[in-house]
């Protein structure tokens, strides 16, 4: 159990629409391997009495809406965010909901995010690290983080396959080294692009620790910082604050090295539970509830890691969970 009250940041759900939509597109498999796990509200809510998770923020994984149903993504994304807002009305206590949007399709992203965001209520969005091929920072979807700029939003970056990731050969599934890869290279498309300057009212959460970004981040800033970048070059003390600044949840991060690579890069305050339930099974789940406690965090940070940093980003959601800052 763990010894605080938690909010799960990193909770995925599939609604009916969801599978129905994998299922007719012919999806048997995700990401070059992985299988589609089971899910239910109530499976969900047993798993967090048990190993003491107060709430869970939901959202849907990879793949994303284009990519699983192409030209009907936007009904697709309608659907999953009504079932989301009726989950968050059925349990105001126990989970949150983030929208899904049918990006790289810009029209129809910004109908849904005032949709969801304002007349659904849903407490923030789930982007994919890439969208059909865009990054996050690539112009072309410059008008979506305008939109949730604009509403200051929460918007949690969660890895898919990249384009090119058939052509690899390594007959391995994507999440096995490709989306901690595919999480860098969004983060690094926001960096060296105008979007890290011109969105910072965008509270960004990054999966599984920042993918490989804690290790290379120094290499990254100094190359960054060069000329062979040119004018996208940025000194390395901007883009290293700049990553000090966003938000990574400890879904996958249950050993002391991989927690110590990353407080090399940030401050506790920036550092959200997860657990990737049910991508990550309930017995993997229960592991890393029982290796939190083992990890190297002073005592005053547990509580802000668990709950309290969450708060900060979903006050709302906090509230009605008993979660708020004290």
């Not at 200051?152 to 007959?171: D, N, R």
């Amino acid at each position: 159990m763990l010894p605080e009250k938690a909010i799960d940041v990193h909770a995925h759900f599939l609604p009916r629409a969801y599978r129905d939509a994998l299922r007719s597109n012919g999806f048997r498999l995700l990401d070059g391997g992985m299988p589609i796990p089971e899910w239910s509200a109530q499976q969900a809510l047993d798993l967090m009495d048990e190993v003491g998770l107060t709430a869970a923020m939901l959202s849907v994984s990879s793949p994303f809406a284009t990519t699983v149903a192409g030209a009907d993504a936007a009904s697709l994304c309608r659907k999953v965010n009504d079932y989301a807002a009726e989950l968050k009305s059925r349990y105001p206590t126990r989970f949150g909901a983030l929208a899904m949007l049918p990006v790289p399709d810009v029209a129809a992203s910004l109908d849904e995010i005032g949709r969801a965001l304002d007349d659904l209520a849903l407490d923030g969005v789930a982007l994919p690290t890439n969208a059909a091929g865009l990054y996050l920072g690539d112009p072309a979807l410059a008008p979506v983080l305008a939109a949730l700029d604009e509403r200051q939003a929460t918007v949690f970056v969660h890895p898919t396959s990249p384009c090119c990731f058939e052509k690899f050969g390594l007959a391995l599934p994507a999440p096995m080294i490709e989306f901690p890869f595919d999480t860098t290279r969004s983060m690094i498309s926001l960096l060296y692009s105008s979007a890290s300057r011109r969105y910072e009212g965008i509270k960004f959460i990054f999966s599984h620790g920042g993918g490989t970004m804690p290790f290379l981040a120094p290499r990254i800033a100094r190359v960054g910082a060069s000329p062979v970048t040119g004018d996208r070059s940025r000194p390395v003390q901007e883009s290293l604050d700049r990553l000090r600044s966003w938000h990574y949840d400890l879904a996958s991060v249950t050993t002391p090295a991989q927690v110590e690579a990353l407080r090399t890069m940030v401050p506790a305050s920036q550092i959200l539970f997860g657990t990737d339930y049910p991508f990550s099974p309930a017995p993997s789940v229960r592991l890393a509830v029982q290796a939190f406690p083992t990890l190297p965090f002073p005592s005053e940070d547990r509580r802000a890691i668990l709950h309290g940093n969450a708060a900060r980003l979903f006050p709302p959601f906090a509230k009605s969970c008993g979660c708020t800052i004290d």
